[in-house]
Structures are given as C-alpha cells and as structure tokens.
C-alpha cells in the first residue's frame, strides 16, 4: 500500500520491522527525519511524512506504536511534493505543493506561521527584468544566515534564490547561463567540512549551491562571486521595503554532453 509508512532492516531482506498505516489515505511522497540543529550527521527520532493527500505529519518514532508517536497532523488542502525543517532548533516546516503553493508551519502546535499561495507571478515581480518563474525547485535552511531559502526557476534554466520570512520574500541570487532545461534539485554545500546537507533536511552554511537540472548539469555557485552583476527589484510581500540588489553568478563549472572535434579531412595548406 503506497500510502503506508514502512521501516525496513538494511542488513535483510525480511518483511518490514514495522508500518504507519492510518496517517496518509493516499501515496506518500516525502518522508524526512529531522536532522539535529548542531550537528548535521546525526538525526532526531522525530519523521516528518508527506502525502498526495494534502497532510503532513510528524512522529516521534521513539513510541512503541504509530497512536502514540503521532505527534502533529498539517492539512495543506493540495497534494504535497516536498516538505522539510527549518529554524534555529528546526521547528519549522514548510510545504510545497504540486500546483506550485508554498506554506510554513509550526511542527509542533501545527500552527501555520505564513500562507504564500501561488507565489510564482509575485517571485518574477520581485526579480524584475522580464523574467518569468515558472516553477518552485525546493527550499533550504542556512545554518550561518538563520534563515529560510527557496530556490525557483523556469524552463530556460535560469533559476532564483530568495530569502523566506513568515510574511516575506526577498530576492538573494540570480543564477542563468548554467543550465539549458528546467533546474529539479539543489542542494547548499558547507564550506567548514567536505560534506553537504539536501536541500530541507539539514543545515548548509552557505558557502556555494550545487543545482541539478534536467539538462544533466551539475552547476556549482559561488555565494559571493564575482561574476556578472544584476540589478534585480526586491520587496517584501505587500509591504513596499526597499529594493535589494543581486548577483548573477556565473558557474564554475558546466556540464551536459561532451563534444568531439572532428578531425579535417583532406590536406590544408595551413
């Protein structure tokens, strides 16, 4: 049943050592364990699921049986494509639906702390320039900044990173000029160890953003590069603070298919 919650043995092939059947009612698409605030190899026994059916919900998977670890249910109202934590201790969630809606919670009053909507059209507002956003990709939480990013894009490849305040948006970063296709994934990578968080389940501290699209690229931005500058208009959400410039930051390194040069047929002069 897809809409079952399964743990499994790593080490056998045996059935599953047990099941949170009565949370979801339709396919699971997300399940994340809270990582710990300060230390970002280590989890929490708290699980954040989500499903098509619009809910998310913790449980402390400590407790003997799925009545007793349920901890909070979320209703969204649309099918549920990503969830994560964020905050100083990570008692946060935000949501992002399938029809491109963004909320953000309380984990544990299930108290919803902003409700965005569909903030496509405001996301290409704030950017300026012409361009269009045309998707949401995921969102992340900055360990050293203390706070919320969303990263969002459209199908030429050029994608945006803002700052997420509980009624806020701002524009941090314009990236363009590294993919050719609709970017799917991020992930912020910490400069003070070799390791990388996913993007809303653990704590990057900004260094640089690693974006993978469906163009087969893997590009790697620099936070505070020195590429090309880009003016871009930036302002709360209905309440006209002052504008914000941006970076547009050239990757360091490209990708996609490698091409051979043909060799010249024939005798050249030359």
């Not at 080490?11 to 364990?33: C, E, I």
């Not at 954040?48 to 049986?65: H, K, N, V, Y």
């Not at 399938?98 to 984990?107: C, F, L, P």
């Not at 299930?110 to 998707?135: K, P, T």
């Amino acid at each position: 049943n897809t809409s079952n919650i399964n743990y499994n043995s790593t080490n056998t092939n045996q059935q599953p050592l047990g099941s949170y059947v009565d949370a979801h009612t339709d396919d699971v698409t997300k399940v994340r364990f809270q990582k710990h605030s300060r230390d970002n190899h280590t989890t929490t026994p708290l699980l954040l699921t989500a499903s098509e059916d619009g809910l998310a919900c913790t449980f402390d998977t400590s407790q003997p049986s799925e009545e007793l670890a349920l901890k909070s249910i979320i209703n969204t109202g649309s099918p549920l494509r990503d969830v994560g934590f964020f905050g100083p201790n990570l008692e946060g969630l935000y949501c992002l639906t399938g029809s491109e809606t963004m909320s953000v919670w309380h984990h544990d009053s299930a108290q919803r702390i902003g409700d965005f909507g569909d903030i496509r059209n405001h996301l290409g507002m704030l950017v300026g320039g012409g361009m269009e956003i045309q998707y949401l990709v995921g969102c992340a939480w900055m360990e050293m900044e203390q706070e919320l990013v969303l990263l969002a894009g459209n199908h030429d490849g050029d994608c945006v990173l803002y700052k997420v305040d509980a009624g806020s948006l701002e524009v941090k970063k314009v990236m363009s000029g590294g993919h050719r296709g609709c970017v799917r994934s991020f992930v912020p990578v910490s400069s003070n160890s070799n390791s990388s968080s996913n993007a809303g389940n653990g704590n990057g501290n900004g260094s640089c953003f690693i974006t993978a699209g469906e163009d087969s690229r893997l590009c790697e931005w620099s936070e505070h590069g020195n590429g090309n500058t880009r003016s871009a208009a930036s302002a709360s959400a209905g309440n006209g603070k002052s504008l914000l410039s941006s970076e547009q930051i050239a990757p360091k390194s490209g990708g996609g298919v490698i091409r051979r040069q043909k060799k010249k047929k024939g005798h050249s002069p030359y």
